[in-house]
């Protein structure tokens, strides 16, 4: 009898934490005004209600990302072009379709611990080691109840829903010889990893074949995950916190751009984006020169690194998929809308 009692006690106790923490990390999807999904011309250039939708889910995957971040005392920030959107333009750059937030090492990985708990469904965290035959240097969270695809990747089964990148910073060597051994090294891995995981249509150069065999065969003996935590290990060997300056190496690993002061990000500080409050870094003007330039106010209309992808803002991804094949011309019709 005593025991059961205590064994009550102790599950009623766990239902109330629980109960307590789903309770802390609720938080209603972003509610926007009827006149934020009109078209508009911005600049110049048509934002079709479609992209509207679009940057609407986008916006609220980022205050989710905020609101995780803000409640375990993580630092993140504006990066790229969201960044500059945000000093520029008050919010997206008109041409954009996409939100990037940068974070460092140490708070990323703390993210990564509690990711999974804090991003249910409709959010998914995704990284290499959370869904099969994925890779990338960094994160993307994304809404599973959307889509956001390129043709290329119809053949592959991760999720493919709207997303916005989580980018790394780590600690940059300034020694040009440990920085050459470390990035041919880090490389290395990274190219065998995309090897392993490609498709034999990804593949038409001789080399590119080559790494893909090669690391067909390496990863059926060893996971490709743990080459990949091989790989994040390497970079966070260089503390960013005892580095003069920093960079999103994992991502792209570069001599001469994406390469910031690390005090640049010493505190987050609150810009206005499309009405809301994003953070940002404390110095603005370094983290946007490192991307574009000391001419970055100055618009110019260049394309998206991903190039343009069929999204959709209110359709899962695998019915989205499903769409296309039965019917390829949807996605150039889909593209058009989107982009113009």
């Not at 891995?189 to 990804?202: E, F, H, Q």
């Not at 503390?239 to 960079?247: G, L, T």
């Not at 000391?294 to 991804?317: F, I, N, R, V």
Request: positive net charge; hydrophobic residues 35%.
């Amino acid at each position: 009898m005593v025991e059961n009692l205590l064994h009550c006690k102790i599950l009623c106790k766990f239902a109330c934490h629980s109960t307590k923490r789903n309770r802390q990390s609720e938080r209603k999807m972003l509610e926007l005004t009827p006149e934020f999904y009109k078209e508009e011309t911005r600049q110049g250039h048509h934002i079709s209600k479609e992209m509207k939708s679009v940057w609407a889910v986008s916006m609220d995957m980022a205050m989710k990302l905020i609101d995780v971040c803000r409640r375990h005392g993580l630092r993140c920030f504006m990066d790229s072009g969201t960044l500059l959107g945000a000093v520029r333009h008050k919010g997206f750059i008109p041409w954009d379709d996409d939100i990037d937030f940068v974070m460092l090492r140490k708070d990323y990985d703390q993210l990564l611990k509690i990711a999974s708990d804090e991003f249910q469904y409709p959010y998914f965290f995704q990284t290499t080691y959370s869904d099969k035959d994925y890779y990338r240097g960094h994160a993307q969270l994304r809404r599973q109840d959307t889509t956001s695809l390129s043709l290329s990747e119809l053949d592959y089964g991760y999720c493919k829903g709207i997303d916005i990148d989580i980018f790394v910073l780590d600690g940059y060597i300034e020694n040009p010889v440990k920085r050459f051994f470390h990035r041919t090294y880090t490389m290395l891995l990274k190219k065998s990893i995309r090897g392993y995981l490609s498709k034999p249509a990804d593949n038409k150069r001789v080399g590119k074949k080559l790494i893909s065999a090669f690391s067909k065969l390496l990863y059926k003996m060893i996971d490709y995950r743990r080459a990949f935590r091989h790989y994040e290990n390497m970079f966070r060997m260089v503390d960013a916190d005892k580095c003069e300056r920093v960079s999103v190496s994992a991502y792209r690993y570069s001599s001469h751009k994406r390469i910031r002061r690390r005090r640049s990000y010493d505190q987050m500080v609150d810009m206005e984006f499309e009405g809301l409050l994003f953070p940002a870094p404390n110095d603005t003007d370094d983290a946007l020169r490192c991307y574009f330039g000391p001419g970055y106010m100055t618009p110019q209309q260049l394309p998206t690194a991903h190039g343009e992808k069929y999204m959709d803002a209110s359709t899962p991804y695998p019915d989205s998929e499903a769409l296309i094949r039965r019917d390829p011309s949807v996605f150039d019709e889909r593209v058009r809308r989107l982009y113009g």
